[in-house]
Nanobody
Framework: QVQLVESGGGLVQAGGSLRLSCAASGRTISTYAMGWFRQAPGKEREFVAAISWSGGTTSSAGSLKGRFTISRDNAKNTVYLQMNSLKPEDTAVYYC????????????????WGQGTQVTVSS
C-alpha cells in the first residue's frame, strides 16, 4: 500500500508562487501515473494536473495551463506541483493521488490519496 504525504502549502499573496510536494512511501510510485486535485470550500474536488509514470506525458486543467506545472522525480519517489501567478480563486486544499493503471484526470480512477495541503491566496 502506498502512502502519500503532501507538503508545501501555505498562505501567499496574489501573483506569488508555491511549489507543492507529494512524497510517497510504502512502495515505489515509478509505475504509477500521478495527479493533483483540489477542493475549495463548498465545491467538488477538481482535476488540476496529471503526469504519466515516466513523466513523458503531462496534462492540466485548461484554466490552469501556463500557470501550473506538474513534474516528478521517481528516484525520490516524489511528485511536484509548481504554481505560479496564483490567484485568490486558487485557494483550496490540494491533494496528491496515484493510479495503478492508465492515465487521465478522472478522480474516480485514482486508487490512493494523500490527506491534502491547504493553499490560501490573499488578494
Amino acid at each position: 500500500q502506498v502512502q502519500l504525504v503532501e507538503s508545501g502549502g501555505g498562505l501567499v499573496q496574489a501573483g506569488g508562487s508555491l511549489r507543492l510536494s507529494c512524497a510517497a512511501s510504502g512502495r515505489t510510485i515509478s509505475t504509477y501515473a500521478m495527479g493533483w486535485f483540489r477542493q475549495a470550500p463548498g465545491k467538488e474536488r477538481e482535476f488540476v494536473a496529471a503526469i504519466s509514470w515516466s513523466g513523458g506525458t503531462t496534462s492540466s486543467a485548461g484554466s490552469l495551463k501556463g500557470r501550473f506545472t506538474i513534474s516528478r522525480d521517481n528516484a525520490k519517489n516524489t511528485v511536484y506541483l509548481q504554481m505560479n501567478s496564483l490567484k485568490p480563486e486558487d485557494t483550496a486544499v490540494y491533494y496528491c493521488a496515484a493510479r495503478e493503471s492508465g492515465y487521465g484526470g478522472m478522480k474516480s480512477d485514482y486508487d490512493h490519496w494523500g490527506q491534502g495541503t491547504q493553499v490560501t491566496v490573499s488578494s
